[in-house]
């Protein structure tokens, strides 16, 4: 069993910057890919970035050039982050970490809010 802890969200003005982390504690050998979503309010919730656990990214066409995805690992953690950079209004949203093992199942974190101002 894998836990997911989020940190980083805030409020930011236009043009800023924010670093999300996800730090996955627990079975994290059984780690295929871990990812961010995010869910503005009225909408779904949309993949953004993932990254595997061999340092494969891929990125939604909407922040590619914005967002860079990453991950750091030790015996314990494995933690992914999302910075992103260039922040726009439309970014607002809760996001979300996402980790899918290599049993196919899966585990989202709690969310955390960004708001940017314009």
């Known amino acids: 069993q894998v836990q997911l802890v989020e940190s980083g969200g805030g409020l930011v003005q236009a043009g800023g910057s924010l670093r999300l982390s996800c730090a996955a504690s627990g079975s994290i050998f059984s780690i295929n890919t871990m990812g961010w979503f995010r869910q503005a309010p009225g909408k779904q919730r949309e993949p953004l970035a993932s990254?595997?656990?061999?340092?494969?990214?891929?990125?939604v066409d909407s922040v590619k050039g914005r967002f860079t995805i990453s991950s750091s690992r030790d015996n314990a953690k494995f933690t992914v982050y999302l910075q992103m950079n260039s922040l726009k209004s439309e970014d607002t949203a809760v996001y979300y970490c996402?980790?899918?093992?290599?049993?196919?199942?899966?585990?989202w974190g709690q969310g955390t809010q960004v708001t940017v101002s314009s």
């Open positions: 996402n980790l899918r093992s290599v049993r196919g199942t899966t585990t």
């Open positions: 990254i595997t656990s061999g340092g494969s990214t891929n990125y």
